[in-house]
């Protein structure tokens, strides 16, 4: 518990969900993006806008796979400051580390 932070969510990331919100609902409206049916654009927005807010977030780790397009969509307009990090690829693989076996 000592490495996490408490974030509230504040105006300022508000109006950033909104802004990312207006992104991915203007690409699931033209069939760009599909998403499921659980509420994932506007919850996802939410984590997506303060993680976006708090300057040393290099990358936003999850085992969501649609987090990953959200993510992509959302950077195609430059707007997110991190990188998708899939949990289920091994970090060899995500920063192209050689992973030899030992001797």
């Not at 991915?24 to 699931?28: M, S």
């Given at each position: 518990m000592r490495n996490l932070r408490i974030v509230p969510f504040n105006l300022q990331h508000a109006t950033l969900?909104?802004?990312f919100a207006k992104i991915?609902?203007?690409?699931?409206k033209t069939g760009e993006?599909?998403?499921?049916q659980r509420n994932v654009i506007?919850?996802?927005v939410k984590i997506f806008a303060?993680?976006?807010c708090?300057?040393?977030?290099?990358?936003?780790v999850t085992s969501d796979t649609e987090a990953a397009g959200l993510i992509n969509r959302?950077?195609?307009n430059n707007a997110v400051t991190f990188d998708h990090m899939s949990i289920i690829l091994p970090h060899t693989n995500q920063f192209g580390i050689l992973d030899l076996p030992e001797k």
């Open positions: 969900a909104g802004k991915l609902f203007d690409a699931k993006i599909v998403v499921n506007p919850n996802d303060q993680a976006n708090i300057e040393d977030i290099k990358y936003f959302i950077a195609e």
